[in-house]
């Protein structure tokens, strides 16, 4: 049972230029850049790690870099979930633990992953996929998240299967992938996608006030009713649960403010 809960909102990522200036003060330093936005923020998805590798060093260096209680999204290699077959992910995905993201300590948060919108849903190719998901690494207690991004995924079968392995449904506030806000792990995790750079925040007030009263709810065990559920007949267990929302729309220039906006409320 989870004593508390712990709501983070946060963007995806900490380097873009269009930042500089309107999130980051104009004489700061790059290289100083990932202190600023943690101290800002709670939480910040890394986008990076789904391209490429990392060193145990760079790992370190963020974690050295960010507060204490901050906390790393950390997105899945690319070549794990573009496997045809996913059962076969197996090296690839021994791979992406080797690089040394335990040296980001407490601050390794969810670990995310992202599969291509021509990815349909396959029972027993999914399943397969996450027999690998490891729970513990390097003593570290492991969070999933399946970002998926086809419609077949819409389906009565997927959160039980996700819930079989206490993996999080990515629920994606998205114009074009499909709206999954079952719950199904010991934690809640979201991208806020549908952001305009003509708001100051990114998402009005009203919008802001719904996300939190819905951040809340999750938080204290509930599942909102007004987002979709593909398994809507099912009611997830009453416990509290640490939930973490993006905002992380196509222009994204106001995805910063939007975050620190959403984090005072709540």
């Not at 973490?244 to 403010?257: D, N, S, T, V, W």
């Amino acid at each position: 049972m989870i004593k508390s809960a712990t709501i983070r909102a946060g963007i995806g990522g900490w380097t873009f230029d269009a930042w500089e200036g309107t999130f980051y003060p104009d004489d700061l330093p790059k290289k100083r850049q990932l202190e600023y936005a943690s101290s800002k923020l709670a939480t910040i998805e890394v986008n990076g790690t789904y391209y490429r590798g990392q060193t145990p060093a760079t790992f370190a260096k963020w974690a050295e870099e960010s507060p204490d209680g901050f906390v790393f999204a950390i997105k899945g290699n690319r070549f794990v979930t573009n496997k045809k077959v996913l059962a076969e992910a197996g090296e690839s995905m021994g791979k992406f633990f080797a690089q040394g993201i335990e040296e980001l300590g407490p601050k390794l948060g969810p670990i995310v992953w992202q599969f291509a919108p021509t990815k349909k849903f396959e029972p027993e190719d999914f399943e397969g996929f996450l027999k690998l998901l490891p729970e513990t690494h390097a003593g570290l207690k492991l969070r999933h998240v399946l970002e998926v991004r086809n419609d077949s995924f819409f389906t009565p079968e997927f959160p039980p299967l996700a819930r079989k392995y206490n993996a999080a449904i990515c629920y994606a506030h998205h114009h074009d992938y499909p709206e999954i806000a079952d719950v199904t792990a010991d934690f809640v995790y979201g991208r806020l996608q549908k952001g305009d750079d003509d708001i100051a925040t990114a998402y009005s007030e009203s919008d802001l006030d719904a996300w939190a009263r819905r951040a809340k709810l999750w938080a204290e065990g509930g599942q909102p009713d007004d987002l979709p559920l593909a398994e809507p007949d099912h009611k997830p267990k009453a416990e509290p649960r640490d939930v973490f929302l993006y905002i992380i729309h196509e222009g994204k220039i106001r995805a910063p403010q939007g975050a620190i906006a959403l984090q005072e409320r709540v």
